[in-house]
C-alpha cells in the first residue's frame, strides 16, 4: 500500500491542527494504522494506532488526552487530530501500516509496520 500524508504546518501553541493519510488499494480495511513522529536528532517515535475497526487505540502517554486517532475506511483515510499542540510536539510526523492484525504488546514498535507514509512537517511556535 501507498500511504500520503497530509495537513501539517507552523501552529501557534495551544493551536489544533488535523492531519490526513490517503492509502492507495483496495484493502485499506484490513490494514492496522499508525502516527509515529520524529523530531531532528531523536529516533522516531510511536504517537498512537488504531485496529482494523476503529474500535480500538492506542496513544503515547505524551499525546493521551490531546490526539485523536480515526479512520474512515469508505474513504482509505486515517486522521490524527491534534489539538493543545505543544512546542515538544514539534516533528515530522508518518502514517504507517502493516496489512492485519498487530499483537497488542507490539503496536508501538516501528518495526511492525511494513508501509510508511513520507511524512508531514508539525511545527509549534512557543
Known amino acids: 500500500v501507498q500511504l500520503q500524508a497530509s495537513g501539517g504546518g507552523l501552529v501557534q501553541a495551544g493551536d489544533s491542527l488535523r492531519l490526513s493519510c490517503v492509502a492507495s488499494g483496495r484493502t485499506f480495511s484490513t490494514y492496522t494504522m499508525g502516527w509515529f513522529r520524529q523530531a531532528p536528532g531523536k529516533e522516531r517515535e510511536f504517537v498512537t494506532a488504531i485496529r482494523v475497526s476503529g474500535a480500538t487505540t492506542y496513544y503515547a502517554d505524551s499525546v493521551k488526552g490531546r490526539f485523536t486517532i480515526s479512520r474512515d475506511n469508505a474513504k482509505n483515510t486515517v486522521y490524527l487530530q491534534m489539538n493543545s499542540l505543544k512546542p515538544e510536539d514539534s516533528a515530522v510526523y508518518y502514517c504507517?501500516?502493516?496489512?492485519?492484525?498487530?499483537?497488542?504488546?507490539?503496536?508501538?514498535?516501528?518495526?511492525?509496520?511494513?508501509?510508511w507514509g513520507q511524512g508531514t512537517q508539525v511545527t509549534v511556535s512557543s
Open positions: 504507517a501500516a502493516r496489512d492485519g492484525r498487530i499483537i497488542t504488546s507490539a503496536m508501538r514498535q516501528a518495526e511492525m509496520y511494513n508501509s
